[in-house]
């Protein structure tokens, strides 16, 4: 069954979701927040997309030829008793993890059947666990309903960027939109909005209803939606 999806994101008035250039403690004030919000969702695991899992790897390459021979595409699992698990969407299997923790969550890295052979000797080498979530393009329902079935994902929150999580909206895949509008205009358009969709991708709008809209200390406003039923 599929796991109930939560896209939880922080955004600027004018709906940009990159912080840097913001001035520090502001940053980091928004950032406790964010987080602190997303720990009300009670989620067993929280997904990024490769861009944002690069910036919490701080990757530094890997050892090459580890793989002997071919790889099977078979889904690997490391552990499958985590207490929470960090899912990856990173589908040429590009993010350099140093072991299979990230902010305390057991890696799952899902890639396409054509990364090399040397990037699932290197995942399985400290151990972080990879599914197939399709041959050449990541089928996120596919992906959603294997984390259900092989790790028991009941609930799964979206936390960026904004590729990922436009993409999950528009396939269709959330249950629950949640963004923190903090108290800053960006103003830089040329930077992503908050949820951003390929053209290609994008068939229409979402539609959500209004579940709350709380106010925050510092004055940043918690807006949560729902999918119509
Ligand atoms: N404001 C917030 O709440 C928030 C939250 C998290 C992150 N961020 C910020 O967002 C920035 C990164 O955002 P981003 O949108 O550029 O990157 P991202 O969503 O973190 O990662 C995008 C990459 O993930 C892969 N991907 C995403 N959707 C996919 C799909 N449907 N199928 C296959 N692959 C998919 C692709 O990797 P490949 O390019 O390898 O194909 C894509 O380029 C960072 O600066 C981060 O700090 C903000």
Redesign the pocket.
């Known amino acids: 069954m599929k796991p109930y999806v939560i896209c939880h994101?922080?955004?600027s008035i004018d709906g940009h979701?990159?912080?840097?250039g913001w001035d520090r403690s502001f940053k980091k004030n928004a950032g406790d927040l964010?987080e602190k919000l997303a720990k009300q969702f009670e989620f067993d695991a929280w997904v990024?997309?490769?861009?944002?899992?690069q910036?919490i790897a701080h990757g530094e390459g890997y050892p090459k030829g580890l793989a002997t021979s071919p790889i099977p595409r078979t889904h690997y699992f490391a552990v499958r008793d985590a207490a929470q698990y960090a899912i990856s969407?990173?589908?040429?299997g590009?993010v350099e993890w140093k072991n299979n923790q990230a902010l305390d969550s057991h890696i799952v890295e899902v890639v396409t059947e054509g990364v090399t052979d040397d990037y699932l000797a290197y995942l399985q080498s400290i151990k972080v666990s990879y599914v197939f979530g399709g041959n050449s393009?990541?089928d996120?329902a596919r992906v959603t309903e294997i984390l259900a079935s092989e790790l028991g994902i009941k609930r799964l929150v979206i936390?960026?960027?904004?590729?990922?999580?436009g993409?999950f909206v528009n396939a269709g895949l959330v249950d629950e939109v949640s963004v923190l509008i903090l108290p800053l205009v960006d103003g830089r358009g040329e930077h992503?909005a908050?949820f951003?969709v390929t053209p290609e991708a994008w068939a229409q709008p979402t539609y959500l209803i209004l579940v709350s809209a709380d106010v925050q200390e510092g004055g940043g406003v918690w807006l949560r939606y729902k999918k119509p039923a």
């Open positions: 994101m922080m955004s979701a990159l912080t840097d964010y990024c997309g490769r861009v944002t899992m910036e969407i990173d589908p040429h590009k393009e990541i996120l936390e960026g960027g904004p590729h990922v999580s993409s992503p908050s951003e």
